[in-house]
């Protein structure tokens, strides 16, 4: 075993709950490693604004996850980014972690906080205009459309709020959704539908993107009537929720239909010394304070495992 390869714990996913299980651990004096495929925050980089984290009056998620990851890096938490993690190995005592690259991490306790991805329409023309009209984040494509007609699909918090925010840069921003009612909190309803520049269509989906170089119309289809219509517009945010970034750990841990991992109430999975936290896990609501609360739990969890364990040892050795 490589000692400096080594840790007490080992957290996969970067998010608000892999940044706060990283908090704990290392703010308790354990070696600590925080590794994520993608970038450090998860999806809370991808937000505008947070309005409801509590004692703070308003902040981006971007700004929210540097303070976070900034620290958990000040009580000596090591974190890496963009890495690719090739095999993982969670039964025993000793769980690792292997790289593409050859590199071998190894620790007594993990953590899996993989959090999730944008879901997709999987409607004909999607694939062709991602990035070309088609855009999964209002942060980071929101002044792309200004002056310009929007679409916004969902009918949730994030879909709601997110229409609000590109109203700032846009000149209108019709929302689709296939219900005839959102299934968002109500004054993220309100707010939408006193903005003057917002309009709905209701019970209606989208069916198919059309374009040359970029975006151009949209077909969509009224579930109610069955009429099928092309809709002018410079570009189409969705935001119809995620799905849990959990197909390496299929036959690793207990996953539901979903891909959610299976957690009690301290977040420790079916396997000994392995925990979850965040939107990777069977849950209902799924926040940023949710994701916090979560990795708190984990974290604190994992270190009486640690701690219980060091015992163990000790004993083994006296013996």
Request: glycine share 10%; aromatic share 8%; with cysteine.
């Amino acid at each position: 075993m490589d000692t400096n390869n080594h840790y007490d714990a080992i957290i996969i996913g970067a998010g608000p709950a892999g940044l706060t299980t990283g908090i704990y651990l290392s703010r308790a004096k354990l070696k600590t490693l925080i590794v994520d495929e993608g970038t450090v925050g998860g999806q809370t980089v991808l937000t505008h604004e947070i309005a409801n984290y509590p004692g703070v009056e308003s902040i981006s998620g971007y700004q929210l996850a540097s303070i976070m990851k900034k620290q958990a890096k000040s009580f000596g938490c090591e974190i890496k980014g963009n890495v690719s993690i090739k095999k993982i190995e969670l039964s025993g005592d000793m769980k690792s972690l292997t790289f593409s690259d050859g590199n071998v991490f190894t620790s007594n306790a993990m953590i899996l906080s993989p959090g999730g991805r944008s879901r997709t329409l999987g409607v004909p023309g999607e694939d062709i205009f991602k990035g070309r009209g088609i855009s999964y984040c209002a942060t980071c494509d929101g002044d792309f459309f200004t002056d310009k007609e929007i679409v916004v699909v969902g009918g949730g918090n994030s879909s709601l709020e997110e229409a609000v925010s590109l109203s700032k840069y846009a000149s209108k921003v019709t929302i689709v959704h296939q219900f005839d009612h959102f299934q968002a909190f109500e004054n993220a309803v309100e707010e939408a539908r006193n903005n003057s520049k917002i309009h709905f269509l209701m019970e209606s989906t989208i069916t198919a993107f059309y374009g040359k170089e970029n975006l151009e119309s949209v077909d969509i289809k009224n579930l109610k009537s069955g009429e099928i219509y092309n809709f002018k517009t410079d570009g189409t945010f969705i935001f119809i929720g995620y799905l849990p970034n959990t197909e390496f750990l299929k036959d690793k841990v207990n996953l539901n239909k979903w891909g959610e991992i299976v957690v009690k109430n301290d977040m420790s999975t079916d396997i000994e010394g392995v925990y979850a936290a965040g939107d990777s896990t069977v849950k209902r609501y799924r926040q940023v304070t949710t994701a916090v609360g979560d990795g708190t739990v984990a974290a604190l969890a994992a270190s009486g495992y640690l701690n219980e364990l060091k015992v163990k040892q000790k004993q083994l050795i006296t013996i």
